[in-house]
């Protein structure tokens, strides 16, 4: 038998099959069913008994009903306005990843250390003499204007392009029992200049955020506020619209690109 043979779920009972079940100590295994009801972030899992699975079980669970009911939303970053990414409850010192579909809330406290991580590929000869647009991108990446005002974000070296970029979270111990959180920054749907600046603003607002808390910057205020979203998202597309009217004016942009651009942030 074997590799081949039918296992049954130490949890629940049942069927753990061959490619949807998760190898726990002792030699057991959960199903994917119970596996889909712990976070997606909890590390350790060859290492956990039934009772270690049942108790992330358990505090997944109290973390949704957090979330649903507790958490409150002071600020979030958001990619675009279909791609949030994270949301902070400053009353609490605490944010949450609203990416996914049942969102993971951690404490500030329990970050050891994080920053932005960039992948990138070396130009090809078309790319450098074919794609003024990605040209364009790439010296507005190096230029001064740029690093002046994303100081804490990494630059793209001289001859490379962005093909990707992630916001990595190293934590102490948590309830969530998650050692480390790698956000994408830049879903694969496009690695255009525009997408690119977008990122390069959501990360760098994300890192600052951090930043204050790590620095002892950010105190808790004294009662439950919450957050006027509708301000934020405002102040959100008008600094973006700044940013693509910057690559119009380097010819990053065409101005039917722009407008167009420009109408969707602003919901015109």
Same mark, same amino acid.
């Given at each position: 038998?074997?590799?081949?043979?039918?296992?049954?779920?130490?949890?629940?009972?049942?069927?753990?099959?061959? $490619?949807?079940?998760?190898?726990?100590?002792?030699?057991?295994?959960?199903?994917?069913?119970?596996?889909?009801?712990?976070?997606?972030?909890?590390?350790?899992?060859?290492?956990?008994?039934?009772?270690?699975?049942?108790?992330?079980?358990? $505090?997944?669970?109290?973390?949704?009903?957090?979330?649903?009911?507790?958490?409150?939303?002071?600020?979030?970053?958001?990619?675009?306005?279909?791609?949030? $990414?994270?949301?902070?409850?400053?009353?609490?010192?605490?944010?949450?990843?609203?990416?996914? &579909?049942?969102?993971?809330?951690?404490?500030?406290?329990?970050?050891?250390?994080?920053?932005?991580?960039?992948?990138?590929? &070396?130009?090809?000869?078309?790319?450098?003499?074919?794609?003024?647009?990605?040209?364009? $991108?790439?010296?507005?990446?190096?230029?001064?204007?740029?690093?002046?005002?994303?100081?804490?974000? =990494?630059?793209? =070296?001289?001859?490379?392009k962005?093909?990707?970029?992630?916001?990595?979270?190293?934590?102490?111990?948590? =309830?969530?029992?998650?050692?480390?959180?790698?956000?994408?920054?830049? =879903?694969?749907?496009?690695?255009?200049?525009?997408?690119?600046?977008?990122?390069?603003?959501?990360?760098?607002?994300?890192y600052?955020?951090?930043?204050?808390?790590?620095?002892?910057?950010?105190?808790?205020?004294a009662? &439950?506020?919450?957050?006027?979203?509708?301000?934020?998202?405002?102040?959100? &597309?008008i600094?973006?619209?700044?940013?693509?009217?910057?690559?119009?004016?380097?010819?990053?942009?065409t101005?039917?690109?722009?407008?167009?651009?420009?109408?969707?942030?602003?919901?015109?």
């Amino acid at each position: 038998m074997g590799l081949f043979e039918k296992k049954e779920c130490a949890l629940c009972g049942g069927k753990a099959g061959l $490619i949807t079940r998760y190898k726990i100590a002792n030699g057991e295994y959960i199903c994917g069913d119970c596996h889909g009801r712990m976070s997606p972030y909890t590390e350790g899992l060859g290492n956990m008994s039934v009772e270690d699975v049942e108790e992330q079980i358990r $505090i997944k669970e109290e973390n949704d009903e957090r979330f649903n009911n507790q958490f409150n939303i002071t600020r979030q970053f958001d990619f675009d306005s279909r791609h949030p $990414i994270m949301a902070v409850d400053d009353n609490s010192g605490e944010f949450a990843l609203i990416k996914d &579909a049942r969102p993971d809330i951690f404490s500030f406290d329990n970050v050891i250390s994080y920053n932005v991580d960039l992948n990138t590929a &070396a130009l090809s000869e078309e790319e450098r003499q074919n794609d003024s647009s990605l040209m364009g $991108i790439l010296n507005y990446l190096l230029s001064d204007n740029f690093g002046s005002r994303f100081p804490d974000m =990494p630059r793209c =070296p001289q001859g490379c392009k962005v093909i990707g970029m992630y916001f990595e979270i190293k934590f102490g111990a948590n =309830p969530l029992n998650a050692d480390r959180i790698r956000i994408d920054m830049l =879903p694969g749907w496009s690695t255009s200049e525009t997408e690119v600046d977008k990122a390069y603003m959501c990360a760098n607002e994300i890192y600052q955020c951090f930043k204050e808390y790590k620095s002892g910057q950010r105190q808790a205020p004294a009662g &439950a506020v919450q957050a006027n979203t509708a301000a934020v998202d405002s102040a959100s &597309a008008i600094e973006q619209v700044k940013q693509l009217k910057e690559l119009l004016d380097m010819g990053a942009l065409t101005p039917d690109e722009f407008e167009k651009k420009k109408k969707e942030l602003l919901n015109l």
